[in-house]
């Protein structure tokens, strides 16, 4: 069964600080992992990752897949209040056509 | 470009109703999809379509059925609501099936089922 994890479930931490979101990921054709920032309604497409080892950067957010160990990591930096949200992984699956999504990460960021 | 819309936002039902959730796109994208979003378990694929005509069994297809008969809708029906089933449902869409395609959300259906 195709299975993607985050952790932590919950963050809370202060404006200014660093974080890092973790998601790992077991299934049966990977082809790419996506990130996706969820505010109040719809989530929004942040990264798409395919390669190992190529950090994509947007601002102060950046991620990194790691194809041998099966996992990716979401930091950002300088947290804003403005960075609250919920924070979804999902790993796309070649041959099934759909994406798996982890359980999300809600962070808090406070002032 | 009105994007990805659905209808209604909010909906309650009494256990055994029917109803239909509306999910239409105005970008001309071949890849549309169903989400259901549950505290706790992030967002699970009930049902998929790779283009009109076609449609195909996500991770959580039971109690749900679709059609396909343009490239613009893709409605989803519950046939006999039941409490599990309450929850928020996201449409999606993309150009094409495949990951190189950014998916774009609709905003969302809160459905309460009592």
């Known amino acids: 069964e195709d299975k993607v994890v985050q952790s932590p479930l919950s963050l809370v931490v202060h404006e200014g600080d660093t974080v890092t979101l973790n998601c790992s990921y077991e299934v049966t054709n990977f082809r790419s992992l996506l990130w996706y920032k969820q505010e109040k309604k719809a989530p929004t497409f942040l990264f798409m990752l395919?390669?190992?080892?190529i950090e994509k950067k947007s601002g102060r957010l950046s991620s990194i897949l790691d194809k041998k160990e099966l996992f990716s990591i979401l930091n950002i930096t300088a947290t804003q209040t403005g960075d609250s949200a919920i924070y979804l992984c999902?790993?796309?699956?070649?041959?099934?056509?759909?994406?798996?999504f982890g359980q999300g990460t809600r962070l808090t960021i406070n002032p | 470009n009105a994007g990805v819309t659905q209808t209604p936002k909010f909906q309650v039902l009494k256990t055994g109703q029917s109803m239909t959730l509306q999910c239409a796109q105005d970008m001309n994208h071949e890849y549309m999809s169903w989400y259901r979003q549950d505290p706790g378990m992030g967002l699970r694929l009930i049902h998929y379509s790779v283009g009109a005509g076609i449609t195909d069994q996500g991770e959580v297809p039971n109690g749900y059925n679709v059609s396909r008969s343009t490239t613009e809708d893709f409605p989803l029906r519950l046939l006999s609501a039941a409490p599990s089933q309450t929850s928020v449902y996201f449409c999606?869409?993309?150009?094409?099936?495949?990951?190189?395609?950014?998916?774009?959300f609709g905003p969302g259906t809160r459905l309460t089922v009592t």
């Open positions: 999606a869409s993309s150009y094409r099936s495949g990951s190189f395609y950014e998916q774009y």
């Open positions: 999902a790993v796309f699956i070649q041959g099934a056509q759909k994406l798996v």
């Open positions: 395919t390669s190992s080892g």
